[in-house]
């Protein structure tokens, strides 16, 4: 890592330095390294360093995949102070998609779009058991063989073992024999039992949240890690998670990519209360992702822009930050847009575009992040 050396060169601000050093040289992170590197302002260095990092690896090249979103269900019994998208049980505007019009949108989304993945997410829905996801993974894996199924995190995988009576592990299990191929990094939130207990009180712990992951990572299920940031949270919990992620990572090398994910209160609890009154912005998430790339380097490969809570402008930026992935097209995106915040889907176009307008080049990407097309 001797190149580092031009920003040893640039930089007056040494303390930043040295911790740098010792993360990327020798590889020794420790929690009070993060919290500092959290707690800078001097985002310009975090971002030389970030993206001097992607760079060596992929080079001019940042990639996208083709998607469709599918949230099954809103029906949920979960209620978290920070979402805008679940129903209670019978209510008016709750719903739950059939599994014909399942495969009616994945067959459409395949021959319009030419989805490579399908990302599953929905609500705790006490009526659906296993058998439900079951007959639907086994369905899209016969019908369309080449969409890979990126679906349930670690909350629903505890919810179906809960409604169905069997463990966390006997579920995934059981759904990777009838077609799961990865799981989103959904439901972490912040890993620390403290802010859970203020944003969504009935979800799983910490713990839990690790434990499914590990399970998943060991029989062979590879996933996300994600964090949503912004809410009551303090930077040492922000470092906390990340040290949680770290630590996995070293044990089952299970994660494929690191997503940051802003929290957007418009239309939540946790707005009405007076909790959070705004998003957090541009600043810290390029700060998110310049941190995230510097203590991931070596572990954690794909760290994806979040251009479904920021927009297309800052996901640009953050390519300038470490972020390699520009994430998918998001086709049917129904959770962020229930806070109204923006559009929140992309065609592939828009996606290239976007990227080509950075001077990289674009390339779309197939779920396990292996590229398919060079645009
Ligand atoms: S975030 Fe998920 S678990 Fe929490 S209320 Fe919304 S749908 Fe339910």
């Known amino acids: 890592m001797q190149n580092i050396q031009f920003i040893d060169n640039y930089s007056k601000n040494t303390d930043l330095l040295n911790i740098i050093n010792k993360i990327i040289k020798q590889n020794d992170i420790q929690l009070n390294d993060v919290i500092s590197l959290l707690e800078t302002k001097d985002i310009q260095h975090l971002g030389l360093v970030s993206n001097y990092l992607r760079e060596i690896q992929f080079g001019k090249t940042v990639t996208f995949i083709n998607n469709l979103i599918l949230n099954y269900?809103?029906?949920?019994?979960?209620?978290c102070k920070f979402c805008a998208f679940y129903r209670p049980p019978n209510h008016?505007?709750?719903?739950?998609?059939?599994?014909?019009e399942i495969l009616k949108r994945i067959i459409f989304a395949?021959?319009?779009?030419?989805i490579k993945q399908v990302l599953f997410q929905g609500g705790h829905n006490p009526k659906l058991n296993i058998e439900y996801f079951e007959e639907i993974f086994r369905t899209i894996s016969l019908k369309c063989p080449d969409v890979a199924i990126h679906g349930l995190s670690a909350s629903e995988i505890d919810m179906i073992s809960k409604v169905s009576r069997s463990s966390t592990k006997e579920v995934l299990q059981r759904l990777k024999k009838s077609g799961l191929a990865s799981l989103p990094g959904a439901g972490a939130e912040i890993l620390d039992d403290?802010?859970?207990d203020i944003i969504s009180p009935l979800k799983i712990s910490s713990d839990t949240w690790l434990r499914i992951m590990e399970e998943a990572h060991l029989l062979g299920i590879k996933s996300s890690a994600t964090m949503m940031?912004?809410?009551?949270?303090?930077?040492?919990?922000?470092a906390r998670h990340l040290m949680k992620i770290l630590s996995l990572q070293r044990k089952?090398?299970?994660?494929?990519?690191?997503i940051p994910w802003s929290f957007e209160p418009n239309k939540t609890e946790m707005q009405d209360k007076g909790l959070v009154r705004y998003p957090l912005g541009g600043f810290e998430l390029l700060k998110m992702i310049s941190v995230s790339r510097i203590i991931?380097?070596?572990?954690?490969?794909?760290?994806?822009?979040s251009w479904l809570t920021n927009g297309v402008g800052m996901a640009q930026l953050a390519i300038f930050h470490g972020s390699d992935d520009f994430g998918g097209t998001l086709i049917g995106e129904e959770v962020v847009s229930a806070t109204g915040a923006r559009?929140?889907?992309?065609?592939?176009?828009n996606i290239i575009n976007s990227i080509k307008a950075m001077k990289f080049t674009p390339a779309e990407r197939n779920n396990n992040y292996e590229i398919i097309k060079y645009y």
């Open 73 to 79: 269900t809103n029906v949920c019994i979960t209620n």
């Open 194 to 196: 403290e802010v859970k």
């Open 296 to 305: 991931f380097h070596g572990l954690i490969d794909h760290l994806q822009s």
């Open 252 to 258: 089952t090398n299970g994660f494929m990519a690191f």
């Open 110 to 114: 395949k021959s319009n779009f030419n």
């Open 92 to 100: 008016q505007e709750s719903y739950t998609v059939s599994q014909d």
């Open 343 to 349: 559009s929140t889907e992309l065609l592939a176009g």
């Open 229 to 238: 940031y912004g809410t009551v949270e303090s930077i040492e919990q922000r």
